[in-house]
């Protein structure tokens, strides 16, 4: 299944965004350990999210599929070990069974927990019998998936001497830490940074509140990449705020440097284009990586050179978007460099480009995102597996066409 897309001349539109994944996944596990006390209300409606809620929801003693959900495998694995009683098999896809967890489970064993692996030493299936954790201290390396001490904080409430958890060498993605604290915090627990190294998580119980999920930042991206490639544009979008727990709302701030400027209302955020232009790019995307491919096609786009930096935790996404990234836009015409599988830069190295260029999205939401603005400058471009956009944002194609993208099957 592929999409041919054509691009409209301008773009007016209000869309709604899907809401936050990251927030909901997030709130899930949490209001889950709270004993389901309190409202969640807009709750998104993605992939991610609805294995979630279908795996908090179900019977215990069961296997568990959570697909390409990277957020579930490693919420649910921390969750399921302090859920005694429980004997669960968690499992995905073919591309899941590929990604590594063997850091989350050794801290998880280091504490307490009962996990086994079933099949490949490292990687999942899991098999976890819940049971309580009595211990406490924790070090990992601060370059490790956010997502690993996301999952360990959450349930640091519910161990009986709390959690410390100390982060050696450099942190990346310190915004998504964040992100988890403050959320932990709205829902009553005492947690938060004691050095710039250490969180220290008390032993106090969550409590129920009633809480409403933002809209998304990181969908938000690839309609400010719409609103820097199309040739009129003015754009708002709803429920976003100004003071975000999302660390992808940074990208405004990068996207203000390549010529989208982003305008605060009572509803959420207009986009205007304006003349800004830089010369070239260079960022350290360590805080923002979700952000990458979306900034990486529309710098080249544009013919701005770049070198984008931070970029190691790409290996172990849906795909390895580094090398995604090297081989799709070179059908585009375009030669990306890459250093220590941490870095990608352009400096304006081009290559013949295909004339009808067809994007593999390598079952990644985010590739198929992040080149549909491409219609702007390939009228031929098609977008092989769109759907795989339903994992963070099922109603991106919806969207594009309300603002008058041209969307044709093309089998």
């Not at 996990?115 to 490949?120: F, G, K, R, S």
């Not at 490639?229 to 003015?234: D, W, Y």
């Not at 079952?363 to 963070?392: G, L, N, Q, W």
Request: proline share 5%; glycine share 6%.
């Amino acid at each position: 299944m592929r999409y041919k897309l054509s691009a409209p001349s301008q773009v007016r539109a209000t869309i709604e965004l899907p809401a936050s994944k990251s927030i909901s996944n997030r709130v899930l596990i949490i209001h889950a350990l709270a004993q389901n006390k309190g409202q969640l209300t807009n709750l998104s409606d993605c992939d991610d999210t609805r294995v979630m809620i279908a795996a908090l929801n179900g019977e215990p003693h069961q296997e568990i599929d959570i697909l390409a959900a990277g957020t579930a495998m490693r919420f649910l694995t921390a969750y399921l070990s302090v859920t005694p009683g429980n004997s669960t098999i968690l499992t995905g896809t073919t591309r899941m069974q590929q990604r590594p967890i063997r850091l989350l489970v050794d801290a998880l064993r280091q504490l307490g927990a009962n996990i086994e692996y079933t099949a490949n030493e490292g990687y999942p299936p899991l098999r976890i019998n819940g049971t309580e954790l009595r211990g406490s201290h924790i070090s990992l390396q601060g370059n490790v998936s956010s997502q690993y001490i996301s999952a360990l904080l959450m349930i640091g409430p519910m161990l009986k001497k709390g959690l410390e958890l100390n982060l050696n060498g450099e942190i990346i993605s310190r915004p998504y830490i964040d992100l988890t604290l403050q959320l932990m915090q709205e829902f009553g627990a005492s947690a938060g940074w004691t050095t710039e190294s250490t969180i220290h998580v008390a032993p106090t119980p969550y409590c129920g509140v009633d809480f409403t999920v933002e809209s998304d930042w990181s969908a938000a991206s690839y309609w400010y990449q719409i609103a820097a490639l199309a040739p009129e544009a003015n754009i708002t979008l709803n429920g976003l705020f100004h003071k975000s727990h999302q660390g992808d709302s940074r990208g405004a701030e990068v996207f203000a440097r390549l010529g989208v400027a982003t305008e605060f209302t009572l509803e959420g955020i207009r986009l205007k284009k304006t003349e800004t232009r830089p010369e070239r790019l260079d960022e350290d995307f360590v805080d923002i990586p979700d952000l990458a491919q979306t900034l990486v096609v529309t710098c080249v786009l544009l013919d701005i050179p770049f070198r984008f930096t931070g970029l190691q935790s790409l290996k172990i996404k849906e795909t390895d978007r580094i090398n995604a990234l090297k081989i799709e836009l070179g059908k585009l015409g375009y030669v990306l460099r890459d250093e220590n599988d941490s870095i990608l830069s352009w400096e304006g190295e081009r290559c013949e480009p295909q004339t009808s260029p067809i994007i593999d999205t390598y079952e990644d939401h985010r590739m198929a995102m992040a080149f549909a603005p491409a219609a702007f400058r390939y009228a031929e471009i098609c977008i092989a597996e769109p759907h795989v956009v339903s994992k963070s944002y099922p109603d991106f194609w919806k969207d594009l066409k309300k603002v008058g993208f041209g969307i044709l099957p093309d089998d």
